[in-house]
């Protein structure tokens, strides 16, 4: 036998002994909502959150589904034991026993829609109670200012969407809305929100800089996939996929 021959085969066979083998690709499903710029079946990428997912699963070999449902439908989906979903995005972090959340896939500037004729001045929470103020259904605002309107000491109206908001605001039914930043600004480029764009404003004052995240099921399975997620955003750039799927400032 030539042994000199054999070598290389060898030494493949040393290595292949050696190394793991390679995870196995597996399909991942998750829930969203239309929340756009971040999340929405017909925006590039599903949208900039969907983008991010999407692109930390696959750096770790998996695919990623996504299905949208209205929100407060997407997270009950996403709690189900007996669900194909293992959770669901994008989420502001809030203490719950039903899920675990991902390490930070992105920020959520927080802020106030407001008329530009009629702006609103607080600079603490508290000052807000003399407004009155729109929140959507079933979102996670910032802790305080959640507690109030639980509590009944802050006067607020939920609606489902964004897009309602903003069209109480320009005709005075409320003084601002709850909204994140990004979303305003997609918002008011579209055409049939054209007439309200001299009407609104950002208030000067953000409420919070918030971070999103996946919120995985509270699972094993759900574990598993939280760790290999989070592997996945350690090799992408988010932050720079983020800035190629959300709106500049206005003019």
Not at 73 to 94: D, H, M, N, T, W
Request: hydrophobic share 45%.
């Amino acid at each position: 036998m030539n042994i000199t021959r054999q070598l290389p085969l060898l030494a493949l066979l040393i290595l292949s002994l050696g190394c793991p083998a390679p995870l196995k690709a597996e399909v991942v499903r998750l829930t969203s909502l239309h929340w756009p710029p971040y999340a929405g079946h017909d925006l590039a990428a599903q949208g900039a959150c969907a983008a991010v997912a999407k692109a930390a699963f696959a750096a770790m070999g998996h695919q990623l589904e996504i299905d949208f449902y209205p929100w407060s439908r997407s997270v009950k989906l996403a709690q189900q034991q007996s669900s194909p979903y293992i959770g669901y995005f994008p989420e502001y972090y809030s203490d719950t026993v039903h899920f675990v959340f991902s390490e930070p896939m992105g920020m959520s500037p927080l802020g106030l829609v407001e008329q530009r004729q009629n702006p609103i001045s607080w600079s603490s929470v508290q000052d807000l109670r003399q407004y009155r103020l729109g929140v959507v259904q079933g979102y996670v605002n910032i802790e305080e200012l959640d507690r109030a309107i639980a509590d009944d000491l802050q006067a607020a109206e939920a609606v489902t969407s964004d897009e309602h908001n903003l069209k109480k605001v320009a005709a005075g039914r409320i003084d601002a809305a709850v909204i994140d930043v990004y979303v305003m600004r997609y918002l008011l480029r579209q055409a049939k929100f054209e007439p309200l764009t001299d009407k609104l404003q950002l208030n000067r004052t953000l409420l919070a800089n918030k971070h999103l995240y996946v919120a995985f099921k509270n699972t094993p399975e759900g574990r598993r996939w939280q760790a290999i997620f989070n592997q996945g955003l350690q090799r992408i750039d988010v932050a720079e996929i983020m800035a190629n799927h959300l709106p500049e400032a206005l003019d």
